[in-house]
């Protein structure tokens, strides 16, 4: 009967010690990847800005979205002013040519459109990005936000 007792207050133990630990070092627990970029400053926020315009300058070819009877994938089409559907430039995240910046993140998706590019995390409600965009108002200043949830930081922001 003791010994009983005595597993499952080990095993109760155990339990906690893993909710804990992820808790703490999951997707959004204080020790995250999401957390971390937070605290980063401004000369590591100014050095991913350049890596992601580097990014964008070499991949600036976009191409016509092909329907053929295929169901739209949303998250990988953008739409320009007189309606017309393209494809967003997906880079892998594995790509040797990355800067050492970018793959210092390791990123599970970089998606590249005429005015920005996204660094992608996670999945589903748990997923968080980086995104280098132009601003919407000025086609000269350009924004370093994170994305998570529709919640959008502003870590740094250059004019061009």
């Avoid at 580097?54 to 007189?82: C, I, N, Y």
């Avoid at 995390?121 to 529709?150: K, P, R």
Wanted: hydrophobic content about 40%; charged content about 20%.
């Amino acid at each position: 009967m003791r010994a009983i007792k005595l597993t499952f207050i080990l095993l109760g133990l155990a339990t906690a010690i893993t909710v804990g630990l992820f808790l703490y070092f999951g997707p959004l627990g204080p020790a995250s990847p999401y957390h971390r970029f937070h605290k980063q400053n401004t000369d590591y926020y100014a050095r991913l800005a350049r890596a992601c315009a580097s990014v964008f300058q070499q991949h600036r070819s976009f191409s016509r979205h092909q329907t053929s009877g295929k169901p739209l994938e949303l998250q990988h089409v953008w739409m320009d002013a007189t309606n017309g559907l393209w494809d967003d430039f997906v880079l892998s995240p594995k790509d040797p040519a990355l800067p050492d910046t970018i793959q210092a993140l390791h990123p599970d998706e970089i998606l590249i459109t005429p005015k920005s590019v996204f660094i992608g995390f996670g999945v589903s409600t748990l997923s968080w990005g980086i995104v280098w965009a132009q601003d919407e108002h000025s086609t000269n200043h350009w924004l370093l936000l994170s994305d998570a949830e529709d919640v959008e930081y502003i870590v740094y922001d250059e004019s061009k």
